[in-house]
């Protein structure tokens, strides 16, 4: 079964509002990542944070984690048009295997 | 570096046939990894490699085979193809340790069994 459970699972909103995403998850983790993938594409890589860390800032994105809650959250600031994806975070746990184990995703439309 | 190179793009197979997913990286990762999305659905792990001669099995292993004889390569092999192994499949590989241990995808292969 997957690590992880997106919400929502769609989400629409007007160019220049806030978005955010939610990751809840079910085991520790050594660091939990999040992922963007455009219609057709494979995904690429956004932020990592690890399990010692509660929030970090990459640009427009915004991640918080609360281990003791198992979640996490991207926030998308100012969104753009462009910013149109679906959005998946990743669980990487401790045991140093290397695996990642995905969520479902939040696919995010913004309109112009 | 060209990164992840999956091939082929497109492949369409009759049930019960074979076939090898080829993925190869070059920057010396230690990790490899196959997924498969589904419509609607985020990625499952297949199966997955620590470096060369070791693999294991992910979420969803059964009716595929891996191997993994030199670092840069990390093939698929379809044994049978059944209907339910239409997806889209996508290879990433990535670093072990590290301050940024991501992953890094490729472009995907859109599979259908017929």
């Known amino acids: 079964s997957q690590q992880g459970e997106e919400d929502p699972q769609a989400l629409s909103i007007q160019e220049g509002e806030n978005a955010t995403m939610n990751c809840s998850y079910k085991t520790s983790i050594n660091n939990l990542q999040w992922y963007r993938q455009n219609s057709g594409r494979g995904l690429v890589h956004l932020i990592l944070?690890?399990?010692?860390?509660r929030e970090k800032h990459s640009g427009r994105l915004r991640v918080t984690l609360d281990t003791s809650k198992k979640s996490s959250s991207l926030l998308i600031t100012a969104s753009r048009a462009a910013d149109t994806a679906s959005y998946f975070c990743a669980t990487d746990a401790p045991s140093n295997t290397g695996k990642l184990i995905f969520g479902q995703g939040t696919t995010l439309q913004v309109k112009p | 570096n060209a990164g992840v190179t999956q091939t082929p793009k497109f492949q369409v197979l009759k049930t019960g046939q074979s076939m090898t997913l080829q993925c190869a990286q070059d920057?010396?990762?230690?990790?490899m990894s196959w997924y498969r999305q589904d419509p609607g659905m985020g990625l499952r792990l297949i199966h997955y490699s620590v470096g060369a001669g070791i693999t294991d099995q992910g979420e969803v292993p059964n009716g595929y085979n891996v191997s993994r004889s030199t670092t840069e390569d990390f093939p698929l092999r379809l044994l049978s193809a059944a209907p339910s192994q239409t997806s889209v499949y996508f290879c990433?590989?990535?670093?072990?340790?590290?301050?940024?241990?991501?992953?890094?995808f490729g472009s995907g292969t859109q599979l259908s069994v017929l």
């Open positions: 944070i690890r399990s010692n860390e």
């Open positions: 920057m010396n990762h230690e990790y």
């Open positions: 990433a590989s990535r670093l072990l340790t590290g301050p940024n241990e991501k992953l890094f």
